[in-house]
């Protein structure tokens, strides 16, 4: 859509800021390969070096560029590409919990266990931060630590788009209609607070994947194994809440499939089954192999 403005000559900051974050959407929900990715980013960090200023005033520091050209840049509301770890939603979080119930991470070193966490804590004594450092909130860490973290918007959005309000009185359709244009409208700059509800809502999904994820492997019997596939059910009331939606129990299921991959499990495909907000109902996934981003290399 970027593409189709920028050719019209109609393409804006904003729609900028969009395309960025729907790029980054696709990477983040594995719906799309790291080399399209790849090309992508390429694509659009042209456009953010010759635009990506978000700032309707145009107020900000003085920066030369390289044939000595200088020009006027934000300082806050510009986009600026740059690299960033594998962590999800790091600035409403401390770096220890991030990275406690990031799937890379939590993967990798089985954060589930108590193994697990004294690996987590002695990987964060080596790279020199300290612990306690490490367990404030994000904002309240030293500057030594502290990295840029755009992702962050993705979870945001993603979790509004998922929270249906189940105190409509309308339809579900009409409930979906509202937390559409509530994800929206906290892709704007101006409505922050509809975007920091959507990461702490974030924030209480990934906590309850952890948590269905560590039952599943440490539970006799969580996993059923069939000749040419396996099976899971989720019927926790607290945290099916949470996994009843499409995106979310997919997450969980890449999620729990990196797990099965680590432990050195053979590769079958996955169906999941989580009890629906609706009576009687049953929200159902299935996945062939996993492909997440953070455990493909």
Not at 251 to 260: R, T
Request: charged share 25%; hydrophobic share 40%; net charge positive.
């Amino acid at each position: 859509m970027y593409e189709l403005a920028h050719a019209l000559r109609r393409n804006t900051s904003e729609l900028l800021w969009l395309a960025c974050v729907a790029l980054t959407d696709q990477f983040v929900h594995n719906r799309i390969t790291n080399e399209r990715y790849q090309a992508a980013v390429m694509e659009l960090e042209q456009h953010v070096n010759g635009s990506g200023n978000l700032d309707p005033s145009g107020a900000g520091a003085v920066v030369t560029l390289k044939d000595g050209t200088k020009v006027r840049a934000p300082e806050a509301s510009r986009i600026a590409y740059e690299d960033e770890p594998r962590l999800m939603l790091l600035r409403e979080w401390s770096l220890f919990d991030s990275m406690l119930c990031s799937s890379y991470v939590a993967t990798k070193l089985r954060t589930w266990t108590d193994n697990g966490l004294k690996k987590l804590k002695l990987l964060l004594a080596r790279m020199g931060f300290p612990l306690a450092d490490c367990q404030k909130s994000f904002q309240y860490m030293s500057m030594e630590v502290k990295r840029k973290i755009r992702t962050d918007v993705v979870y945001g959005v993603t979790a509004l788009l998922e929270s249906l309000n189940a105190e409509s009185k309308g339809s579900k359709e009409s409930s979906a209609a509202e937390q559409f244009w509530a994800a929206y409208s906290a892709l704007s700059l101006s409505n922050v607070d509809q975007l920091q509800k959507g990461m702490q809502s974030a924030i209480e999904t990934q906590r309850a994947i952890l948590r269905q994820r560590s039952s599943a492997i440490t539970k006799t019997g969580f996993i059923r194994s069939a000749k040419k596939f396996r099976w899971v059910k989720l019927d926790d009331p607290v945290d099916t809440i949470k996994l009843c939606h499409p995106q979310a129990l997919t997450k969980f299921c890449f999620f729990l499939m990196d797990a099965l991959k680590e432990r050195g499990a053979r590769m079958k495909p996955l169906i999941c089954s989580c009890l629906a907000k609706e009576p009687e109902k049953v929200l159902v996934v299935s996945m062939w192999k996993t492909k997440a981003w953070g455990c493909s290399g």
